[in-house]
Nanobody, 128 residues
Framework: QVQLVESGGGLVQAGGSLRLSCAASGRTLSPYSSYVMGWFRQAPGKEREFVAAIRWSGGITYYEDSVKGRFTISRDNAKNTVYLQMNSLKPEDTAVYYC??????????????????WGQGTQVTVSS
């Protein structure tokens, strides 16, 4: 079992930056773990959508097209933590951001149903 706790959300003006953190506990993720860690977001009245993902082993990353070049996902093996650095934020980035963990690399990184564990979410609000 893995518990995920997000932090780092808040209110920021358009063009600003935020860094989200997701601390994993309950299971130590080794550098060779098959886990995939993802970030999703859900805006009011919209479905949850994929933002970014990273393979715990090897660090290969994947991004949704609208965040490429603005967001960076990374992980710290020693701290069992995944980060989402968000730059050049836009009002349309406003959403609750969720961290998720996929036990086995299914190759379907953008599909929420492939993830086994979820955090409680952190609110990101970008004002215009």
């Amino acid at each position: 079992q893995v518990q995920l706790v997000e932090s780092g959300g808040g209110l920021v003006q358009a063009g600003g930056s935020l860094r989200l953190s997701c601390a994993a506990s309950g299971r130590t993720l080794s550098p060779y773990s098959s886990y995939v860690m993802g970030w999703f977001r859900q805006a009011p009245g919209k479905e949850r959508e994929f933002v970014a993902a990273i393979r715990w082993s090897g660090g290969i990353t994947y991004y949704e097209d609208s965040v490429k070049g603005r967001f960076t996902i990374s992980r710290d093996n020693a701290k069992n933590t995944v980060y989402l650095q968000m730059n050049s934020l836009k009002p349309e980035d406003t959403a609750v951001y969720y961290c998720a963990a996929q036990r086995y690399n299914s190759g379907r990184y953008s599909f929420a149903e492939e993830y086994n564990y979820w955090g409680q979410g952190t609110q990101v609000t970008v004002s215009s």
